[in-house]
């Protein structure tokens, strides 16, 4: 997308797909909110063990969240 906004996958129909660990909820949002401002970009989901509230959509653009922590319980 641009040098500083790689997003882990982009696939068909513009769907970007971003896996977190470790990293400050704040951090991952802001990033999210960078990837949702590209034009290739029509939905965003985040893959993370990171415990956080996200949004129905940033930026106008849908957001998912796959909270692996839940996911393995």
């Given at each position: 997308?641009?040098?500083?906004?790689?997003?882990?996958f982009l696939v068909a129909?513009?769907?970007g797909i971003e896996?977190?660990?470790r990293c400050p909820p704040r951090q991952?949002?802001?990033q999210l909110e960078r990837y949702a401002?590209?034009?290739t970009i029509s939905s965003l989901i985040l893959?993370?063990?990171t415990a956080m509230g996200l949004p129905?959509?940033?930026k106008g653009k849908p957001l998912f969240l796959v909270?692996?922590?839940r996911a393995s319980l």
């Open positions: 997308m641009t040098p500083r906004d790689r997003i882990d129909g513009g769907i896996a977190k660990t991952i949002f802001r401002e590209q034009e893959i993370t063990g129905e959509a940033v909270s692996t922590g």
